[in-house]
């Protein structure tokens, strides 16, 4: 493991295998780690994503990190953690590869022509009693590898590939993305807007910068909850970043659950 602190805010833990960065960093954040703590991967043996589903990539091919916040929120807040991450990221795509990712609501990141799963964000949180003591926010971006066969998936460097091979005077095949970089450029971004998350007008920003980033708006979804499901369209992002859907049986605002497009599904 190679430690490095960056920005003056995040301590980076470079590891060449954990089981998950999300468990690595959930258990300092129960032993009081303070925030900016920062976990990286090469491989993990363990990769989660949401709801007990796995996470996959080979050794050495995309970026896995996971970020400890220590943010003042409510309870209803907690997504704007992951949106401050899926925004940085998104920016960090943009500047480093030059893919420009849309974010599917809650915690994908969209790209390309047919709008495939580039990321994926997963946060997890700590209670002190009521009170929010840690979000531990994981994101797996897909730079050499675009996920498993079948899943739909896509990776920074395909994309480059192919906006390459499209271009009028096609060029030669672009460089590897650089997953530092990306890293790097992301924690930049994240730094700013986690400023914004200690106060209301700072959330709202990111709120909006959510909504003008959302391809879920104005879709049809698919929402599942625990023990429930649902068809409506996606009308809005409230400020406290959760998706407002109109359905027939009225105005459902929803925190958490899985959203599935339903044109594109
Ligand atoms: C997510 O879950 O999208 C959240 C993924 C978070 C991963 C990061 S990596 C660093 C940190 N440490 C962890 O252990 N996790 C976080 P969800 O929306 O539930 O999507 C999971 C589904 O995406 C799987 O069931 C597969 O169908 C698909 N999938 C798995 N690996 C993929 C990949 N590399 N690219 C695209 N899709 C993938």
């Known amino acids: 493991m190679v430690s490095a602190m960056w920005g003056g805010r995040w ?5 060449d295998e954990v089981d998950s960065t999300n468990t690595y960093v959930a ?19 363990a990769g989660r994503g949401r709801l007990d589903r796995r996470w996959e990539s080979p050794a050495g091919a995309n970026l896995l990190a996971s970020v400890l916040l220590r943010p003042v929120l409510a309870e209803s807040e907690i997504h704007l953690c992951t949106a401050a991450v899926a925004l940085a990221a998104a920016d960090a795509c943009s500047v480093v590869a030059g893919i420009e990712p849309v974010v599917k609501w809650p ?3 969209l790209a390309g022509p047919d709008e495939a799963k580039l990321a994926g964000v997963l ?14 926010v994981g994101i797996g971006i897909n730079v050499a ?26 060029s030669s095949t672009p460089p590897p993305v650089d997953r530092r970089q990306l890293l790097d450029e992301m924690l930049a ?19 909006d910068e959510l909504r003008e980033r959302c391809a879920t708006l104005g879709q049809t979804v698919r929402v599942a909850l625990a023990g429930e499901e649902f068809i409506g369209l996606a009308t809005a992002v409230d400020d406290a970043g959760c ?11 929803v925190s958490t659950g899985d959203v599935v497009h339903v044109r594109s599904a």
């Open 11 to 15: 301590e980076i833990r470079w590891f």
């Open 27 to 45: 258990d300092l954040a129960r032993h009081g780690a303070p925030e900016g703590l920062v976990a990286v991967a090469d491989h993990q043996t």
């Open 107 to 109: 915690n994908d990141l």
């Open 123 to 136: 946060a997890e949180t700590e209670f002190s009693g009521a009170t929010l003591a840690a979000v531990v």
């Open 145 to 170: 590898w675009p996920g498993p066969p079948g899943v739909g998936g896509t990776s920074l460097d395909d994309l480059r590939a192919l906006s390459a091979a499209s271009e009028p005077a096609p």
């Open 189 to 207: 971004g994240l730094a700013g807007r986690r400023e914004r998350l200690d106060d209301e007008n700072g959330r709202r920003r990111l709120a």
């Open 243 to 253: 998706l407002v859907v109109e359905t027939d049986a009225g105005t459902r605002t």
